[in-house]
Structures are given as structure tokens and as C-alpha cells.
């Protein structure tokens, strides 16, 4: 959490790729609150100065809120269906998709400038059937 103070675009740009490859994963956002509650309860458990706990708990916050916005934002209509490995779930979600914009909307999400293939996504884990 020290490169949060130190190199804080870079560290945003971080976390946004790693809040994509947790919406590739289909991680549900209401995780991300109990799981920096654990951390910072652990920090507390073992550090001395309360200033530190409370460096660590501010970037924490910090860092669960980035990773919250890129999930909302890079789960798109076309994620679940993938997910799901279902073939009509993605036809249908494509559909909603203006004409010119289908093949886009399966080959790329992107949250900030950070991206994700949703095709690349299903290929790697298998779902052939999306």
C-alpha cells in the first residue's frame, strides 16, 4: 500500500487491470468490503503505531474503491453471459449491442486505459458454448 503514496497513477492502472481480470472471474462487488475489513483487522492485530493501521486502512479504502468502480464498470451485459458459458445468453446480450458495435462489444471492455477481450476471456477458461 506504500506505492499508493509514492506512484499513484501508476498504482491506479494497476488495480484497474486487476479489477478487470476480477470481472472476468465473475467476483461479486459486496466481497471486496468484508475482505479490506479482514485485512485492516489483521494489520491492527499486529502493528504498534495506530497511525500506521490508519495509513493502511485509508489506502485499503482507497484500493477497494477502485477495484469497485472498475468491476461495476467493466462488467458489461456480455460478461455474465460468458461466464455462464451460455451461447444464447450471448447472442441475446449481443443483440442489445447498436449494429456497428457487436464485434466490439465481444472482443473489448475497457475501464480507464485498461482493457479486456470478453473473447479471450471465454477461450481461456473454456467456454465454448459463449
Known sequence: TLD???????????????GL??????????LFGPFMT???????TVAEDDDAVESF???????????????TE?????MPAINANSGKL???AVACAP?????LWM???QVGTKSISPLMLAIEAGSLDA
Open 4 to 18: 499508493m503514496y509514492q506512484e499513484p497513477a501508476f498504482m491506479v492502472d494497476e488495480l484497474s487491470a486487476l
Open 21 to 30: 481480470r476480477h470481472v472476468g472471474d465473475s467476483v461479486p462487488t459486496d
Open 38 to 44: 479482514a485485512a485492516v483487522e489483521i494489520v491492527r
Open 57 to 71: 486502512r485509508w489506502s485499503m479504502s482507497l484500493i477497494t474503491r477502485i477495484l469497485m468502480r472498475t468491476v
Open 74 to 78: 467493466g462488467s458489461t451485459i456480455v
Open 90 to 92: 450471448l447472442r441475446t
Open 99 to 103: 449494429r456497428g458495435q457487436r464485434a
Open 107 to 109: 472482443l473489448n471492455v
